[in-house]
């Protein structure tokens, strides 16, 4: 069994529209800026095309790890339906999707019967708003007011 990859899209959520296309939902070029941490993600998808050289069901796992950690902090499975040899989608949706740290990342999709897994690489950056002076941000009392 031979899976290749072509690419992995990183992104919000993937769709199929009325008339059969595919619509991406936010893409992640590499990085995801959050604006806190630990973050949960409310949804992360992997939009994967692979080459396939037969069909048939295979199941997976997939794992999202910290690498200055080594943790591996989210685990999930489900199949992966060939129906033809050739191109095919993989979309693989994972709800709330915690990232502990600020630092990189990798989510390691290992498929039935397939030697070397899948590893698609990302950076989580923390994004803290910049005051700027006179501003007042949420939360904060203008100067002058209360005492």
């Not at 998808?45 to 999202?64: C, E, H, M, S």
Request: with cysteine; glycine share 10%.
């Amino acid at each position: 069994m031979a899976f290749t990859e072509k690419y992995t899209i990183l992104c919000d959520d993937v769709r199929r529209e009325d008339n059969g296309k595919v619509m991406v939902i936010g893409i992640y070029f590499g990085t995801i800026t959050v604006p806190q941490l630990p973050f949960v993600m409310p949804a992360l998808t992997f939009f994967q095309v692979i080459d396939a050289d037969r069909p048939g069901f295979w199941n997976w796992r997939g794992k999202l790890q910290h690498l200055e950690t080594g943790k591996d902090i989210f685990q999930a499975g489900g199949g992966l339906n060939i129906a033809k040899p050739g191109l095919a989608l993989n979309i693989m949706r994972f709800p709330n999707v915690p990232l502990i740290a600020a630092g990189s990342y990798n989510f390691v999709l290992e498929i039935q019967e397939q030697r070397d897994p899948f590893i698609v690489p990302f950076d989580v950056v923390l994004n803290i708003p910049q005051q700027v002076p006179g501003m007042v941000m949420p939360g904060m009392l203008p100067p002058g007011f209360g005492g």
